[in-house]
């Protein structure tokens, strides 16, 4: 199921669906589809060059980055940090932070700082190793001992392969405590959704946000399309997507 679900999602993210139209269109062509075919081309190409632009990426992930606030550390007391998994590629030869993709980078960097914030809590890091030689949780947990967090006060949970499975792992070992959640900010409307289903409400701490806005004024070339808009597109139309299967999945 879990491989399905990559496949799956992977197969309608906005680059493979617009690369099949084009396909599709250039397949009509060679039948002699012609206004067909060069309707599928125009489309699949516009709408590349929109998702590729600042003001379309911004414009989709916003909504999902501003349903939480960043969190302000405060004089309440928290008694666990979550860190959600991510990307990592676990390679050797490399330093330590360049096994970590910026996703990841952003959530443990954000963890430790909050677990310096709150010095009495207990850091829970997860992710499993997707294919690689360590799993994501072993290397948080090294980056947070490197900074300076004592090994005693960390958690490992190297299973969970996704979200869901995290939530579901994690929802028993916080119950009755106060508990932050760590991840990007994008894919927290999704997380927080599927704590609360396994009967966990940790407080929402967001970081890796994408849609950032400059106080100046932009030059114009800001706006020609770029991959990184287009990464950025990718990032929300995934969550949008995880939070359409899963109200499908509860109906």
Not at 23 to 30: C, W
Not at 90 to 101: E, H, N, T
Not at 243 to 248: A, E, K, S, V
């Amino acid at each position: 199921m879990f491989l399905a679900k990559k496949w799956l999602g992977g197969l309608l993210m906005p680059l493979p669906l617009l690369l099949m139209l084009a396909l599709i269109g250039l397949f009509l062509l060679a039948r002699q589809h012609k206004r067909s075919g060069t309707s599928c081309l125009l489309l699949s190409l516009c709408a590349l060059m929109l998702l590729s632009t600042r003001p379309v990426a911004n414009a989709l992930i916003t909504p999902l980055e501003s349903r939480y606030p960043p969190h302000e550390v405060g004089t309440a007391p928290i008694q666990d940090i979550i860190v959600l998994g991510a990307a990592q590629v676990a390679d050797p030869r490399l330093p330590l932070l360049s096994q970590l993709g910026n996703a990841a980078l952003a959530r443990i960097s954000e963890g430790v700082r909050l677990a310096h914030a709150y010095p009495d809590a207990r850091l829970i890091v997860t992710g499993y190793a997707g294919g690689e030689g360590r799993t994501s949780a072993e290397l948080y947990a090294e980056v947070a001992v490197a900074l300076g967090i004592g090994p005693r006060r960390l958690l490992l949970l190297p299973e969970p392969k996704d979200t869901a499975e995290e939530a579901a792992a994690v929802a028993p070992l916080i119950a009755g405590r106060r508990a932050l959640l760590v991840s990007s900010a994008s894919h927290l409307p999704r997380a927080m959704a599927l704590f609360a289903a396994e009967g966990a409400h940790p407080l929402a701490a967001p970081v890796d946000h994408q849609a950032k806005e400059s106080a100046a004024a932009l030059p114009l070339y800001t706006y020609l399309p770029r991959a990184r808009y287009l990464e950025r597109s990718e990032r929300a139309w995934h969550e949008y997507l995880g939070l359409l299967w899963r109200r499908w999945a509860s109906i």
